[in-house]
């Protein structure tokens, strides 16, 4: 790159430049950075690469944040979530613009992997952290509620695990990541069985005292599970508490899954919070499920719940919102100064003013080009027609 240069004149007779010798020649350019899993060296020299591995940053910026924030209060979960989603769009925005990345943790296949883990962490914010900041309610309606909520968290959970299962990611994601993402999937769909069993328990209790089923509960009903069998629909108390059971037995077989990956997992050994939670979580299937082991019930298949329908509209990167400015646009023009144009070390001449004159022309402005040099003129110091360059 090419720096100013100063041309000042000496009694009319002198002139000192400093001249910068410029060919035409192709410079290259090699752009390195280091794989963000695996740490492998990779370079390229497409400036689109550097400009995809910016947005790359900034996306895992966005997931820092929100691991910083505060989620016991409303406005730490809202700005958590908001951050998750603002990662979501940098991402979506990087496989839409963005492929053939020479590190594996651009590639669209990592890619798809980031956005559909934001999207259950997203999830998981957004429809679980709130319900459980503004407080766990234990009629039917919520019920079904929760239900249907950590089913659609256990469902994002299971898209990612599918993912880091295929063979192209085995021993390169860590194995913490895969123990949690596993952890997750079966902590929430433990959950989900839970809250549909406490759904049949609670409406066991209704029908054994001559209670009826509400439209309300009933509609609600229809939306929790995919299937339309008449037991759940029917005022027989064994009925539902046999939905009940198979329910609770689910959500220990989940619970003890959890648990199980939580313990194979030596990088998790100092998350103690998250081993505690998970022991209790599946200490409370096991003590409601010894409740009603001496319950009478029907042997009824259980049914599949039906996930919460939750649309995230993650926002695409606004680039208009960054100001910036090229420092090299005072330098001159882009055709002059540019990678393309190898520049010697800046070097003084200075020129007597013959009785002709220096011996040159110049053309243009802003850089002046050295036009016409003489060949017996003061001014052919070496440089050729169009070569010579300098900046008033």
Known sequence: VCVHVCMCV??????????????????CYVLFRFDAISGTLAAQQSAIYEKAAVLFNVSSLHTQIAAQQDRSTREGLDLATC????AIGCLDYMKDTFSHSPTK????EMLNMFGDLMKAQSHELSIWEAEKLAGLQTDVVSLIGYAEKTKRISESYKA??????????????????????????????GLSHYYAALVHILLSELFRHGGHISESVRTEMHFMYTDTNKELFSENVKDHNGFAL???DSACIQSEYAVK???LCKDLEPLKPLHQLLTETNEQNLTKRQEMANIESNAVCPSSIQPAAVDLNP???????????????ALGPLPSFSAENSWTVPRTVVL???KSGFGFSLQGSYPVSFVDVEDTGPAKVGWGRGEGRALY
Not at 10 to 27: E, F, G, K, L, N
Not at 315 to 329: A, E, I, N, Q, Y
Request: positive net charge; contains cysteine; aromatic residues 10%.
């Open 315 to 329: 926002p695409p990167p606004d680039f208009s919102t960054v100001r910036t400015r090229d420092g090299f646009k």
């Open 83 to 86: 951050n998750l989603q603002k």
């Open 352 to 354: 007597r003013k013959g």
């Open 246 to 248: 198979s329910h609770l």
């Open 261 to 263: 990956y939580d313990r």
């Open 10 to 27: 000496h009694v009319c007779a002198y002139v000192c430049i400093c001249v910068y010798m410029c060919t035409c020649v192709h410079v």
């Open 105 to 108: 943790d651009m590639s669209v």
């Open 160 to 189: 990612v695990c599918e993912q880091v299962d295929e063979p192209s990611m085995k021993g390169y994601l860590p194995a913490c990541w895969v123990a949690i993402i596993k952890i997750k999937d079966a902590h929430f769909r």
